[in-house]
């Protein structure tokens, strides 16, 4: 075994770019590719394509899923596929200054939990299309999809449901 208490991490000539110091403000750069499956939760994303929002009902006790699961959380049943309403209400919603960096540009943006009639659990999505000082409690909302699947969570979104 060697013990080194002079071991040292390499230097580099790269330095961190400080745009403030109080606060503390930097430039971070971060990019990954990932290749992953979807697994059990495939035929959600597809159904996206098909301007449809899955979730899951527990074959059992006939729990409602929001977001799909293969088991029921309240009885350990095998669930099944459910079509998802797409209207619902605002359950609550946030105001998110800060974002990682697909949506960093987009920043200030609305997140909402939608409440669905009919259905046990809440469904996370960004609100667009109204003010933070327009969002209420209960406000109608109906589902959008993005023309062009990017095949994750962000190709739905909800907008404020109002008579014309």
Partial sequence: MTLDPDAKLPETEEGT???????LIIRSHYEI??????????EF??????K???????KKCGYVYATPRSHCMMCGSETEWYELPLK????????C???GEEFL???PFNLILVEFDG???LFMSRLIGAETKDIYIGMPVKAKFRRNLKMNVTDVYFVPDVEK
């Fill in 97 to 99: 200054y800060f974002s």
């Fill in 105 to 107: 540009n987009e920043t």
């Fill in 33 to 42: 590719d990932y290749i992953h499956s979807y697994a059990q939760d495939s």
């Fill in 45 to 50: 994303f597809r159904a996206l394509g098909r």
């Fill in 17 to 23: 770019v400080v745009y403030n110091t109080d606060p």
């Fill in 52 to 58: 449809k929002l899955m979730g899951s009902k527990c």
């Fill in 88 to 95: 619902g209400r605002v359950h609550t919603y946030t105001t």
């Fill in 119 to 121: 259905v046990n659990s």
